[in-house]
């Protein structure tokens, strides 16, 4: 989306990208986990573990975390390497693909980190925050507060305030 303030030929523009990590479903095995591959730059290291929610083709949404072989099961050498995402999976719950694919999953379907609605402040001030996509959130809000604030924009320029996407797919939307 765009806001757009004064009207001139020289346009400058600021903005801040609301799209988010993800990934994508490759595959339902036949007992019901799903394959994935990253849809972004998200690092490996942080996936297992980590709380989704896949979209489903009517918006609502499906939790899921991600697994990976449990380290007791792993050798030595496997527990100081990091996993590689073709041997992580998604668990929906389901007992087999029939049960996954009856609650609307399918290959293809996108999946975002489950979002919290909890910003965490700490430090010994209490004045630093932690919360997921934050570059996303503060470029945003910082986006949309300049453009509120600016009052008289001289004749001789245009500025747009952008919210972008794909910047976490590739820097496209940057």
Known sequence: SVVSKGNSAT???????????GLI???????????????????????????????LDSGATIPAVC?????HLETSKERDTVEKVEDMVLSIGAHDKKAAEAL??????????KMGN????????????????LDDKIGVYITAEVMRRLRNIP????????????????????
Request: with cysteine.
């Open 11 to 21: 346009t400058v523009m600021i903005s801040g990208h609301i799209d988010t990590l």
């Open 25 to 55: 479903i490759t595959t339902i095995t036949d007992d019901g986990f799903l394959h994935f591959m990253r849809n972004s730059g998200e690092d490996k290291k942080v996936i297992p573990g980590q709380r989704f929610e896949i979209i």
């Open 67 to 71: 697994m990976k072989k449990a380290i």
């Open 104 to 113: 609307g999953i399918r290959t293809g379907l996108l999946c975002v980190y």
């Open 118 to 133: 909890e910003i965490l402040e700490f430090g010994p001030e209490k004045d630093l925050i932690c919360s997921e996509s």
């Open 155 to 174: 004749g001789n320029i245009k500025v747009l305030g952008a919210a972008t996407t794909q910047e976490e797919t590739g820097l496209r939307g940057a």
